[in-house]
């Protein structure tokens, strides 16, 4: 008997640089085996302002100058089946989260549950309940699907970041049509304050023209308590390849604020973007945007602003790719921070960036 034992333990040990060889499966591979995804990326940036401050006027997620930023450490968990149920999460680490935060009232944490909502299709028919981002805007929240280092005057005075509620979608022939309505976390520029029973009510369509063109416009109307006001914003957004490397993008934005106290004159801040993207090569390219705004909020000074801004963009890597802007904002009043000869505030403001973004 021992013989046999003495044998089979030799055959066993055998096997074992057979055993080990094997390639083990990846967690992307398990997880897709079931139907999940995972993915994210990190972002980080610096950026040098010319006004010898240490802000920057009117900016989101770029306002804060000679200094290094992580800007973003986000990830993805989703499983999102073309019928039937599903969910989605989206984390971010870093400074951007806390200015996501203030659209939720949660103040200035580092960590944001952007987005984190279930989903249930059938036929053509889409519903997601829970935190979503919106609808409106040519940029988003997400680092990696901008041109360009810095958020533009839309997304950052005029269009709101996030919602929670319900959303539903409903695609039909070569358009999506989308409804839904959330808690009044609406005031442009992320300062609503998720925490309201005011409801707000998305209208929105989607479609592609052509194989190089699309258009979509949506409409949000509620009631917002920060600026105690009704606010209706409409939002379009068209998109042109020209080329098979010059692509070209329009926003305009348009509100109606309608302040809750009598006699309160009505105010329509209304802005537009223009983008041009361009492919040099296939790890460099450039991105130019033009912009006015005229942000009529309550009667402000310093309404009307310009911005112009040059991006390029280099791939070190299939993943990583990084970024340089130079971009110079003009006011028709004294609104951009500086600390320098004048003390206070000047009516123009200027900066260079750099950002890094590796996906994963």
């Known amino acids: 008997m021992s013989k046999y034992v003495g044998l089979l333990t030799a055959a066993g040990l055998a096997c074992l640089p057979m055993m080990s060889s094997a390639a083990a499966p990846t967690l992307t591979e398990v ?19 010319f006004n010898d401050g240490q802000a920057l006027g009117a900016r989101t997620f770029d306002g804060v100058t000679d200094s290094f930023t992580l800007n973003q450490a ?11 149920a599903g969910a989605f999460v989206n984390v971010i680490a870093g400074d ?42 040519a940029e988003v929240i997400n680092d990696t699907a901008n041109a360009n280092v810095s958020r533009g005057f839309l997304f950052s005075l005029l269009q709101p970041l996030v919602h929670t509620g319900v959303r539903a979608s409903y695609k039909m022939g070569g358009a999506t049509l989308y409804a839904g309505v959330a808690n009044a976390a609406f005031s442009p520029g992320a300062l609503g304050a998720d925490v309201d029973p005011q409801k707000t009510v998305e209208l929105g369509v989607a479609f592609a023209p052509s194989s190089t063109s699309s258009l979509a416009a949506v409409v949000y109307h ?14 379009v957004v068209a998109s042109l390849q020209a080329t098979s490397a010059l692509q070209l993008v329009l926003n305009v934005d348009y509100l109606n604020i309608e302040p809750d106290a009598p006699g309160a004159d009505t105010v329509n801040p209304w802005g537009v973007a223009g983008y041009a993207n361009f492919k040099m090569s296939d790890k460099n390219r ?5 912009e006015h705004a005229d942000n009529d909020l309550a009667g402000a000074a310093g309404n009307e602003v310009q911005s112009v801004t040059l991006t390029l ?42 950002k890094a973004i590796y996906k994963f």
Request: no cysteine; hydrophobic share 40%; proline share 2%.
């Open 286 to 290: 450039a991105s130019l945007r033009l």
């Open 31 to 49: 997880l897709g085996a079931s139907g999940v995804t995972l993915d994210g990326y990190i972002s980080g940036s610096y950026v040098y302002g």
């Open 313 to 354: 963009g280099h791939m070190v890597a299939s993943n990583l790719e990084v970024l340089g802007e130079v971009r110079w904002d003009n006011s028709d009043d004294d609104i951009y921070p500086d600390t320098g000869a004048t003390g206070g505030v000047e009516d123009s403001q200027g900066n260079v960036a750099v």
């Open 222 to 235: 509620g009631s917002d308590a920060v600026l105690a006001a009704d606010v209706t914003l409409l939002d």
């Open 96 to 137: 951007d989260a806390s200015i996501i935060n203030g659209a939720y009232g949660d103040g200035d944490d580092k960590i944001n549950v952007t987005q984190a909502y279930f989903q249930y299709a059938t036929g053509g028919l889409t519903v997601i309940g829970g935190r979503f981002v919106t609808l409106a805007g």
């Open 74 to 84: 986000a990830f993805n968990l989703s499983k999102l089946p073309a019928q039937g």
